[in-house]
């Protein structure tokens, strides 16, 4: 990837978000010299890989494993040096074996989150956390080319103002359509971003005294509360979290009572229901649990056009958008969101780069001219 030596306006960028997409731009952007801002409305790092510690180990708190499949995601592996830390396992899906290998990280996911962390600080990057980005708006610079100014909130109330010449949002579309109403995007396109929709995730997580199960993952049958469960103890071994693993996941529509139910009744009826499949499981085998619920969890909708640059400077990075950048077919993975983070970076690489090249042009015409006004 090109270096560019200074850190002027013209090498400014806020990013918004530090899941995958947020951390890998801003690992990219931060490495090629632009002076990267990440603001993330939560308290740490990840997004929907966000981890928790369970016993000695961190663990995600959604279900998440590799492929092999997963070029760009594996070559971002060994690009932040944690590549030897990935283990291939066998595994049971719906009680078949599969002729696929899953693979997962010894020390989770948190170790490739904390080494993306690692390079964006150690390059002068810096990540705000505990702080929601409220507006986007223009910004008017003295040369008049754009720039943006990102107004955010922090946890006490305090307004916080990043300027930057370029800016990604990370989020889903709709959160984008709801803080840039001052941006001059077309109200036709405004549409089609609202419609580019997400599926919202509730997810149980629950460390047991006892497996469950030899299956790594299972559909649950149609009349439990949640669509699958997930060994994570069967599929990766048992490590260091003092029990088994065992995740219950599924889609959960909002408006649905369950969304807004205290955690504690949403554990009971997951718990509940798991007992009519293993009815040897008892209340005081769980040791640890942990309910998620996730607004933007999974892409349903994709649009027809692309929508990951609407103005010039601005891009959009998140999974719902994958399927013009990557020409996959677009899933809720993140390979593909690693592909668009790729190549976005690429783009504002480019763009600066150009830029650059202009002014110096520009500097060096000036120096010509001043020399002709002396002879
Ligand atoms: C249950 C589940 C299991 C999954 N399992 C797998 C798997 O096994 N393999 C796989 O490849 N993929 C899996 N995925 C998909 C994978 O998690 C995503 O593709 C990937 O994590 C998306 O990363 P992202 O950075 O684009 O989005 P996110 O992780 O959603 O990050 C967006 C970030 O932006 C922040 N943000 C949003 N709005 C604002 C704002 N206004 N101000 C400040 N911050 C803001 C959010 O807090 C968040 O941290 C799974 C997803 C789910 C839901």
């Not at 040369?143 to 946890?155: E, F, H, N, P, V």
């Not at 005081?284 to 994709?302: H, N």
Request: hydrophobic share 35%.
């Amino acid at each position: 990837m090109t270096e560019i030596a200074d850190t002027s306006f013209d090498k400014t960028v806020c990013i918004v978000g530090s899941g995958l997409s947020g951390l890998t731009c801003g690992m990219r952007l931060a490495k090629a010299g632009f002076r990267v801002s990440i603001v993330e409305e939560l308290a740490s790092p990840g997004g929907l890989l966000a981890y928790t510690r369970i016993g000695r180990e961190y663990l995600e708190l959604l279900p998440h494993h590799l492929r092999k499949s997963d070029k760009a995601l594996l070559s971002l592996a060994r690009e932040m040096g944690v590549e030897d830390k990935i283990q291939w396992f066998d595994s049971t899906w719906s009680g078949r074996a599969s002729h696929r290998k899953v693979g997962y990280f010894d020390g989770g996911f948190s170790c490739l989150v904390s080494s993306l962390m690692q390079d964006i600080t150690d390059c002068g990057g810096h990540v705000l956390f505990s702080t929601t980005v409220a507006e986007i708006s223009e910004l008017s610079t003295e040369d008049g080319s754009k720039g943006y100014r990102t107004s955010c909130i922090l946890t006490n109330s305090t307004r916080y103002v990043i300027d930057s010449r370029y800016l990604i949002f990370t989020g889903s579309c709709r959160t984008f359509v709801n803080v840039s109403h001052g941006l001059p995007i077309p109200i036709d396109l405004r549409d089609i971003m609202m419609n580019v929709t997400y599926k919202a995730g509730l997810s149980v997580m629950m460390v047991s005294k006892k497996p469950v199960s030899e299956m790594f993952f299972q559909h649950a049958p149609d009349f439990m509360p949640f669509d699958n469960i997930i060994n994570h103890t069967a599929g990766f071994g048992e490590r260091g979290y003092g029990g088994n693993v065992i995740y219950l996941t599924g889609r959960c529509s909002t408006t649905d009572d369950l969304w807004i139910e205290s955690d504690a009744s949403i554990m009971t009826r997951y718990f509940t229901a798991l007992r009519k499949l293993y009815p040897s499981l008892r209340k005081s085998d769980i040791k640890s649990w942990r309910v998620t619920k996730t607004r933007y969890a999974l892409s349903e909708r994709y649009p027809d056009i692309d929508l990951t640059n609407p103005c010039e400077n601005l891009f959009i990075c998140t999974s719902g958008l994958t399927r013009y950048q990557t020409q996959d077919v677009p899933v809720n993975h993140m390979d593909p969101v690693v592909q668009l983070a790729g190549s976005i970076c690429s783009q504002i690489i480019a763009k600066a780069k150009e830029s650059e090249e202009q002014h110096e042009k520009e500097d060096t015409q000036t120096e010509i001219t001043d020399l002709a006004g002396l002879v």
